[in-house]
């Protein structure tokens, strides 16, 4: 249960980092998702659906389906270990997302098991359909700067060593992070990657949402995210 589910003590013991650790348990996690839906789904349509053999096969899928979505508790315990200690970021949320469409499918292929009549890609196709159009409408880049936000301003308040990526947040991501960024001092130093130097924060800022404007004068460059920033400026 270590190995699934390890804490902190465990990773110090085998001397891995969190990011290896929670990079090898989502990879890993992917290739299990491939082969067992696919030798659950095989196994569902070529076998003879009749007798006691047919009965056992479906235990067995469903045996199968069932470690598969532990494997996957494991995988989502290893990103959330990783996420306690640095922070969320955008693959980090899309991880998340891509395990939540990977339990969805096992569990639909796990319902295959009980109701063999069931047509998984019927229902499949139009569930990841739904899945990347839900993320789609999720401000992902908000929810990164938040988190990484709340971080700084708790470390800040316990008198501990704050750090953030404001690098990342400003230039990395969508224009949606300025809200979140905003809440800092903004006369606090940070580095600016374009320039090299030491630059304080109101004035990247600055340098964000007068992009933003420049943005929204053209449609083709127009977004929502651009236009609700220059509405500030």
Same mark, same amino acid.
């Given at each position: 249960?270590?190995?699934?589910?390890?804490?902190?003590?465990?990773?110090? /013991?085998?001397?891995? /980092?969190?990011?290896?650790?929670?990079?090898?348990?989502?990879?890993?996690?992917?290739?299990?998702?491939?082969?067992?839906?696919?030798?659950?789904?095989?196994?569902?349509?070529?076998?003879?659906?009749?007798?006691?053999?047919?009965?056992?096969?479906?235990?067995?899928?469903?045996?199968?389906?069932?470690?598969?979505?532990?494997?996957?508790?494991?995988?989502?315990?290893?990103?959330?270990?990783?996420?306690?200690?640095?922070?969320?970021?955008?693959?980090?949320?899309?991880?998340?997302?891509?395990?939540?469409?990977?339990?969805?499918?096992?569990?639909?292929?796990?319902?295959?098991?009980?109701?063999?009549?069931?047509?998984?890609?019927?229902?499949?196709?139009?569930?990841?359909?739904?899945?990347?159009?839900?993320?789609?409408?999720?401000?992902?880049?908000?929810?990164?700067?938040?988190?990484?936000?709340?971080?700084?301003?708790?470390?800040?308040?316990?008198?501990?060593?704050?750090?953030? /990526?404001?690098?990342?947040?400003?230039?990395?991501? /969508?224009?949606?992070?300025?809200?979140?960024?905003?809440?800092?001092?903004?006369?606090?130093?940070?580095?600016?990657?374009?320039?090299?130097?030491?630059?304080?924060?109101?004035?990247?800022?600055?340098?964000?949402?007068?992009?933003?404007?420049?943005?929204?004068?053209?449609?083709?460059?127009?977004?929502?995210?651009?236009?609700?920033?220059?509405?500030?400026?």
């Amino acid at each position: 249960s270590a190995g699934l589910f390890g804490g902190p003590e465990y990773l110090e /013991s085998l001397g891995v /980092s969190y990011a290896e650790w929670a990079r090898s348990g989502f990879f890993q996690m992917v290739g299990v998702t491939v082969v067992n839906l696919s030798l659950i789904l095989a196994a569902l349509t070529l076998a003879r659906r009749e007798g006691g053999a047919w009965r056992g096969l479906r235990g067995l899928c469903a045996l199968l389906a069932v470690e598969s979505l532990v494997l996957l508790a494991s995988a989502a315990w290893r990103m959330t270990l990783y996420v306690s200690a640095y922070g969320l970021s955008f693959k980090r949320c899309m991880t998340y997302w891509g395990m939540g469409m990977m339990a969805l499918f096992f569990l639909a292929g796990l319902w295959k098991t009980g109701k063999p009549e069931f047509r998984f890609c019927k229902w499949a196709f139009p569930l990841a359909l739904a899945g990347w159009l839900a993320i789609n409408c999720v401000p992902v880049d908000y929810l990164v700067a938040r988190n990484q936000v709340n971080r700084y301003l708790r470390a800040e308040a316990l008198g501990g060593t704050p750090s953030i /990526s404001a690098g990342y947040l400003l230039d990395g991501l /969508s224009y949606d992070t300025l809200h979140q960024l905003a809440r800092l001092d903004s006369g606090t130093l940070f580095f600016d990657q374009r320039t090299g130097e030491e630059v304080p924060l109101g004035d990247l800022l600055q340098r964000r949402r007068e992009e933003a404007w420049e943005e929204c004068g053209d449609w083709r460059s127009w977004t929502l995210s651009a236009c609700l920033v220059a509405g500030g400026l």
